[in-house]
């Protein structure tokens, strides 16, 4: 063996060692353990360049799915089911690259995939953001006052009806549907706990909240 | 293909906004065509600009512009053909043929030099620049190119370039907060920089595994986000209550009729105002006080020991003065339909105006009034933090 063999068999022994003792990378261990047995059993260096390219590719592939694979176990557990589903789909389409540059490329694809789906499951906020609109309903039609304000209460719920279906029709709407050109507020999300834990607010109130929703903005 | 289509007509959509959006994509094209480079992937990535060039022509909306590129995937259909490009180059300035390892560590070497010298000055790029320097010094040492990447591996240099040292971006954020007084998330990004400082005693180059560092990081700001969204909606609810009350009160003072709070076209308006925050308050309040339990559970009397009351007190956030404070805790329990404030409430807050002592001078000297500024969040540029960092170590 040449100097130059056993200081590439050094390098790729390095490289085993970054992953030994770190389980977020079993599979990238088990790869890299591959391509330095492959290194360490060529009689001459030159042997190398064939078994180089495939098991160059298996360590590529075993990184995204080791990252992936943990990526899909916290999301599992933090009940996040689309970026779950991504990461199940990363894995899945990495096992399948036929390239380094394949495998980059497949995996952008399916992170802009991923990100116009969040972006899409994320308009299930509209309801929170509306929060301020309806407690101003509830307050200007719930109100136990006399008149003349009561009238006046009525009058800028009515005002404020207008003003929000218009919003919702001229602007949240459309600009939605630049996104998913079949969107329409899907009120089943908000219970999700991706989307209902981040409003503050028991069940029996945002149950209310989206009956109003719906009504005042004729959903 | 010609990528000049759209691109050199008057653009409907910002033009300064486009170019600085499609400004790097263009610069793209030009390097491949100033390389003479011609094939399919170019013509895709021209295919792709010329698509991005036209919608910006016959688009008038920034924001529907922008959605429509990404929702057609259109940078990253043209980044993928780019990096096909670089690729299938890079390849054949080779020849085809694998190249030596004396080309290697000189490639190798000046690309680290050329990331060096760019970065080296940048202080915020600090954290970066000891890796970086040190592959430097590895490949002018005289080494051959397996011995520099052995080197590079055993010192994590590879490892060391790839996660960054985090820790100077997670010490800001966490200044930031402080400085903000946001209780909740001075909290989270402690835990965040605890979780790093653990993760980079536990790593063998010293700096946390970029991955283990990101899901540890998702875990705490999960736990965290619907803890932020109450203590911020409590806040605006209370917040809702005082108003509603201490309006209650001024309007029963002398000084009504000239505050803008009632002020209208005519005296008549103006007294219809007062009349209006007199008699609605009250029944407001109602509501208000219901929507604040229904939401939190909490009542007018919670507020005084909750929490976020004593942090926005601390942190110099109530607009009010202590004294006007009293007057509402007062006044409350009369706030209500048909009822009028205490006397002597109306003449303590009117004292109060006619000194012009409303508002907390803690507010005041923090946040600023129509006499100047205050000194605001003291929050400065990462750009500053890192150098005041740098001195102290």
Redesign the interface.
């Given at each position: 063996m040449d100097q130059r063999h056993a200081d590439y068999i050094g390098y790729y022994r390095a490289r085993v060692k970054k992953y030994e003792g770190n389980p977020l990378y079993p599979r990238s261990l088990a790869a890299e353990r591959a391509l330095c047995a492959a290194m360490e059993s060529c009689t001459v260096l030159e042997d190398f360049r064939a078994k180089a390219g495939p098991l160059s590719l298996a360590c590529a592939i075993a990184l995204v799915q080791d990252q992936e694979s943990a990526r899909l176990a916290l999301y599992e557990e933090l009940n996040e089911p689309i970026k779950a589903k991504y990461a199940r789909l990363m894995i899945e389409a990495a096992a399948k690259a036929l390239s380094v540059s394949d495998l980059t490329e497949t995996m952008t694809n399916l992170g802009a995939k991923q990100g116009l789906e969040e972006s899409v499951d994320g308009f299930a906020g509209n309801l929170y953001f509306d929060f301020t609109f309806l407690e101003n309903m509830e307050e200007n039609t719930t109100i136990e006052i006399g008149e003349p304000w009561k009238s006046e209460c009525e009058s800028a719920a009515k005002e404020d009806i207008d003003m929000h279906r218009r919003l919702f029709n001229e602007n949240t709407l459309p600009r939605a549907r630049e996104w998913d050109p079949d969107w329409k507020m899907n009120y089943d999300l908000v219970w999700e706990e991706r989307h209902r834990r981040k409003i503050p607010a028991p069940d029996a109130v945002v149950r209310r909240r989206i009956d109003e929703h719906r009504r005042w903005l004729g959903v | 293909m010609n990528i000049d289509a759209g691109w050199g007509c008057e653009m409907a959509v910002d033009k300064d906004l486009v170019d600085s959006m499609l400004g790097p994509f263009r610069d793209m094209v030009k390097d491949i065509d100033s390389k003479g480079i011609t094939n399919k992937d170019v013509d895709e990535m021209k295919a792709v600009m010329a698509k991005m060039n036209g919608y910006a022509a016959s688009m008038d909306d920034m924001?529907?512009f922008s959605?429509?590129l990404?929702?057609e995937?259109l940078?990253?259909a043209f980044?993928?053909a780019y990096?096909?490009v670089m690729?299938a180059a890079a390849s054949s300035g080779t020849g085809g043929a694998?190249p030596e390892?004396a080309s290697l560590l000189a490639q190798s070497l000046a690309a680290y030099e050329q990331s060096y010298n760019r970065l080296k000055d940048d202080p915020t790029m600090a954290h970066i620049v000891p890796p970086v320097k040190r592959a430097v010094e590895i490949a002018k040492s005289g080494v051959?190119y397996?011995?520099f990447?052995?080197q590079c591996?055993?010192e994590?240099i590879f490892?060391r370039m790839k996660n960054g040292d985090q820790r100077p971006v997670l010490e800001f954020q966490l200044e930031c907060a402080r400085e903000m007084g946001d209780k909740l998330r001075s909290e989270m990004y402690s835990q965040e920089l605890a979780a790093y400082d653990r993760l980079s005693a536990a790593s063998?180059c010293g700096q946390a595994?970029n991955?283990?560092f990101e899901?540890a990081r998702?875990?705490i700001e999960?736990e965290f986000?619907?803890m932020i969204?109450?203590w911020d909606?409590?806040i605006e609810q209370w917040e809702k209550l005082h108003w509603l009350v201490i309006d209650w009160l001024d309007a029963h003072c002398s000084f009504a009729p000239y505050d803008q709070r009632w002020v209208g076209m005519t005296p008549a308006i103006t007294q219809y105002n007062i009349r209006?925050t007199k008699?609605?308050n009250p029944?407001?309040l109602?509501?208000?006080e219901r929507?604040f339990r229904?939401?939190?559970g909490l009542g007018w009397n919670d507020v005084w020991t909750h929490p976020t009351w004593i942090q926005e007190q601390a942190e110099s956030r109530v607009w009010f003065a202590d004294e006007c404070i009293d007057l509402m805790k007062r006044v409350y329990p009369v706030c209500r339909?048909g009822s009028k404030p205490p006397s002597d409430c109306i003449a303590a807050e009117e004292a109060i105006h006619a000194a012009k002592k409303w508002r907390n001078p803690k507010n005041i000297a923090r946040f600023g009034d129509e006499a100047g500024a205050g000194s605001g969040y003291r929050i400065r540029s990462f750009e500053e933090f890192v150098k005041a960092r740098r001195k102290k170590r």
């Open positions: - | 924001i529907s959605t429509k990404t929702t995937g940078f990253v980044s993928n990096s096909r690729s694998e390892d051959t397996p011995v990447l052995r591996e055993e994590k490892e063998p595994d991955l283990a899901l998702k875990r999960h986000e619907p969204a109450e909606s409590i209006r008699e609605k029944a407001r109602v509501v208000r929507i229904d939401y939190h339909p």
